[in-house]
């Protein structure tokens, strides 16, 4: 079931160690037997571009094509951005892979700004997004 609100928001601010709740915003997860086993948190939204955070309980399986649809199509289709933005601490190699499998590009790299090294900014432009498409 693909549920929203601020449980969701609070839900990924905690499992990917954030302070506070992003500064507000707007999150879509996904349960299975009434727990929340993934999610995506959108905030400072300035118009053509959203910040995106991702979050799973770890498990391999909680990703699908209907969620996919929906968590690409709030951002391009409903905020009608251009382009998403999402942060990854260098040291979290499951991370930028998982980014990368979903079409990121790495855009820009901050020295030493994370815990674990470089911050690595990746992006994606609606044109080049496939979930919306499918």
Known sequence: MIVSGDAVLDW???QTD???????GTAIG??????LVGGV????WNGPNVVCHVASDGS????SREFL??????PFGQLK???ITVAVGEGN??????????????EARLSSAHPTGDLLIFAMFKQDCRWIHI
Not at 18 to 24: A, P, T, V, W
Not at 98 to 105: C, E, I, N
């Open 30 to 35: 996904i349960e299975r037997g009434g727990k």
């Open 60 to 63: 391999k399986m909680w990703l």
């Open 41 to 44: 948190a959108y905030c400072d």
């Open 18 to 24: 954030e302070y506070g709740r992003f500064g507000g």
């Open 81 to 83: 951005c251009k382009r």
């Open 93 to 106: 190699a499951a991370s930028r892979n998982f980014v990368t499998r979903l079409g990121f590009k790495l």
């Open 69 to 74: 649809w929906v968590i690409f199509d709030y």
């Open 12 to 14: 990924i601010a905690k």
